[in-house]
């Protein structure tokens, strides 16, 4: 009983509580070629039933089965049936298991609510309608108690983001005004902007950045305007304020005209940020990769030669922000201060992102640190309590970050001053941060950039603070620097009913900077191929010439290209940039012929996305192949531990060192035999996208 059951103690009373039971899987009817079992992880291959056995006689109590997976395209909804005998009239249909390209979890009744399982059942069987060509991988499968209000439908704190109704009201409204420009100098703000009509009554509401829309609070700070005769007006304003009893810097308010009619406030513009921010160092250079070859997740140590050996120029660092500070002083720490706020540096992980960028400036590469938010759902450290959203839940790997109440977005922009202000100075003391990657894969927000279940618009509407937040902050410091979206290939398609799809967010983003005045943002794009197990791109069938693609793989990169080149996605006239900042191919085994194909995969992106200029960088991704990402071999290097070869170069690995160099064209010969071209000429599209 022990072993199953523990006591609790709450509130005087006493009662007993079922522990978790591992489950252990086999394939039923006996071993096949679809199942395996290595490092335990379990792995199933086309469709499949599959036995889970309790490790101990089960209780009633463990009515939740739980497991973590990772299965690139999503299992559909299946039959689980207990047993023995396992008969359809006790069977219950589970929902689908998602597309999951990272670790996640699953969980759910195995009962329907209120019922209970046949008596004397003893094990479970699965019965998984996997596609033939579809990997299913699971890991630490169990029975377990259902958790207090664990299947409640989400209930969304209403001051933690605002509703679709009034974004869409506020985005597509025709006001009468205008702020036309702002512009942060270094102790003075200037608005400048036209009333119409011109006359008396009008205002200017100073909005920090963390009031919603429609928010009664962002016309508490009214400041008067006497417009010119033709409705112009400029007026400058103190840098600084008083928010709360506190020191605010108006860098990261925006502003909107209002009049006051009959007592009430009328909003006549839409709210406008800085467009023109004073900056520390303006003579700072911008970063010259010497090519378009990056690694993605590099960092210092492991292969110091890696990036001399392979000619890279460019690599991105993943930078858990909640890791460079404490809420409270401690050892080896020192004050920073925001929004009239103090909070303290970690010198000791701050020292060791130093290292990794002053290596990175050492080999003149390009550096673009992914900004990850840990989730406040799972995580009880109080800095993540208060950096994350509040309405992330346990699905998400990472969450977005607080950007709609004033302590959390505090804490947040002074995490970001700190980055931006330490890697940006002119002497390269602590080495050169260049691009700032906001979080990850934020059109797959429900697993990697966690805000609960949010409708598209209001998702971008606390992401595109994120960004602005970081924008606005790291312009003082680099003019240089860009804030980047990050985006997987899911196109027109979102690839999961959770997820919003990458053109999608787009298109809201442009709604927000065309209302509220644009900025340098640029893109991080992850155009894996169609199936991540499969690198024979050239096969993508979801991948077409346009713009209503489903998905924007190596094969139709071109199509991504086409779309920022469109007028409404331009920058003061010009594309911005595109980095593919995580981009691989797949050897399902170290076989050659997998071999062969994932570094035709390569050749063939490569001498895509050497023709176009928009796409600047290419981090692949991964380094070294890695255990922990469900069984892809992605890696220009095998598995570290891989027995007889840790390490070893695939051909993949040569092929990436030879390109760019004079050796490329030798390098992509013999592959152009595995995709069926004649030449590289024909691998470029060269038709009409639309």
Known sequence: MFRRSFILFLSGLTFLAAEPVALKLEPFGGPGPGFR???????????????????????????????????????????????????????????????????????????????????????????????????????????????????????????????????????????????????VGKDLVRIEGRANPPGRDYYLADIPMDLLVDDPRGWETLVPVEPAADGTFSLDLPRRRQRDGMDHDRLTSRWQLVRKAGGSIVPVSHARYAGWVDCRSPELPPARPANKKGLGGWHLGHMPGELKDLGISAVTVNVMIHSLVTLNPGPRTFPIQWQGRTYHAREDALAGFDATFREAAKHGVMVSAILLVANPAKDGNPVVKLLGHPDAVREGTFAMPNVTSPDGIALYGAILNLMAERWSRPDGKYGRVHHWIMHNEVDAGWVWTNAGEKPALVYMDLYQRSMRLMDLIARQYDPNSRPFITLTHHWAHQGDPRWYGSRKLLENLTGFTRAEGDFPWALAYHPYPQNLFNPRTWEDGQATFSFDTAKITP?????????????????????????????????????????????????LAWKKISRLPAIQSWQYHNWVDNRGEGGLRIGLRKFPDEPGDPLGKKPIWHLYQALGTPREDAACAPYLKTIGLPSWEGAAHSGKID
């Open 555 to 603: 094969k139709n990169i071109e199509v991504l290209d086409a779309y920022m080149r469109r007028p409404e996605m331009l920058y003061q006239g010009k594309v911005r940039p595109v980095h593919l900042s995580e981009n691989g191919f797949n050897s399902k085994d170290y076989s050659d012929k997998q071999l062969e194909d994932q570094a035709a995969g390569m050749a």
């Open 37 to 183: 079992i290595a490092g335990g992880i379990c792995e199933i291959a086309g469709p499949m039933s599959v036995r889970l056995t309790p490790a101990v006689p089960p209780v009633a109590e463990n009515g939740v089965l739980e497991f973590e997976y990772f299965c690139a395209g999503g299992v559909p909804a299946f039959a689980l049936l207990p047993g023995p005998p396992f008969q359809a009239k006790t069977a219950r249909m589970l929902p689908a298991i998602g597309h999951s390209e990272t670790w996640s979890t699953y969980a759910e009744r195995i009962a329907p609510p209120g019922k209970s399982l046949p008596e004397g059942w003893r094990e479970l069987r699965m019965d998984l309608p996997l596609p033939k060509d579809r990997v299913l991988q699971v890991r630490n499968a169990r029975l377990r108690p259902e958790r207090p209000g664990e299947f409640a439908a989400a209930v969304a704190k209403p001051s933690a983001a605002a509703t679709e109704s009034a974004l869409i009201t506020y985005l597509d409204r025709k006001f009468p005004a205008e702020i036309a420009k702002v512009s």
